[in-house]
């Protein structure tokens, strides 16, 4: 098989308000494939719109608490200032490749063209085709708040791992679904999901401006089903005042 290596940020943003811009960036390597690409997703109320481009782009610059970015094509330009420690892990590995996973800020003071707001950023690099992957369903999210936050990783598959952190400390969880994380410590995160960003086929929603795309990448990839929401979330905990935040989280499954 062809060596593969992805590297791939994501950055986002969330208003006071819950208006939210989430970008992509970052470089496949595979076999004979060469391949930028780029995408901004933003929410203005109950309204989604998206943006692609597959020109090379500069990747993110972190120097010290600083992040920033600017992408001629999406006419965007954005800072993250860390608000929290950076979070580092290799999340699976095997002879095939592995998934190191770079939390460069689990919580950030944003800024997103004119928005600003409470972030998030990470670095994921990948030397396994995703489609290769022993995996069947994948819950990401991240919560974040005045004065909390929390970012998960829930893996389930013939693979199976679990790894939630909250202020920096990694902890456990008797129950994590779409809507709800119940932590063993008593505290509990309820997320209303009242806006799905995006749903459907990689195959016919981020993949798609690939040109050939299904010529290109195998089918179980294509028929990869993500589904992104924004949420309001409240997070309860023994002996403190709940508090709201937004969080913006998604269930990835792979086909069988």
């Known amino acids: 098989m062809p060596a593969f290596k992805l590297s791939k940020w994501y950055l986002d943003c969330v208003t006071d308000s819950g208006d939210a811009s989430i970008a992509y960036t970052g470089t496949v390597r595979w076999g004979m494939v060469r391949l930028h690409y780029s995408s901004l997703l933003e929410t203005t109320g109950s309204c989604v719109s998206e943006r692609h481009s597959l020109r090379k782009q500069r990747e993110p610059e972190a120097q010290d608490s600083l992040i920033s970015w600017r992408a001629k094509t999406l006419k965007m330009d954005g800072e993250w200032r860390a608000d929290s420690v950076a979070l580092r892990d290799t999340i699976y590995s095997s002879q095939n490749g592995s998934i190191e996973w770079n939390c460069l800020m689990p919580q950030a003071h944003a800024r997103f063209r004119s ?24 819950r990401w999210g991240r919560f974040t708040s005045a004065r909390d ?46 806006l799905v960003i995006r749903d459907g086929p990689l195959g016919t929603t981020a993949l798609s401006v690939i040109p050939g795309v299904k010529k290109t990448f195998p089918a179980r990839l294509l028929q990869v089903n993500e589904c992104k929401w924004r949420s309001r979330a409240r997070l309860e905990q023994m002996g403190k005042p709940a508090v709201e935040g937004w969080a913006i989280h998604e269930r990835v499954t792979w086909p069988k």
Do not use: C
């Not at 972030?119 to 290769?132: D, F």
């Not at 952190?165 to 902890?171: C, E, G, P, Q, T």
């Open 115 to 138: 928005r600003r707001g409470l972030g998030y950023a990470e670095h994921l690099t990948m030397t396994i085709p995703p489609w290769k992957l022993p995996i069947q369903t994948l």
């Open 149 to 194: 936050w929390i970012t998960w990783i829930d893996w389930q598959g013939e693979f199976s791992r679990q790894m939630v952190y909250m202020n920096a400390k990694l902890v456990q969880s008797q129950l994590l679904e779409d809507d709800r994380i119940e932590f063993d410590n008593g505290a509990i995160l309820i997320m209303d999901r009242s």
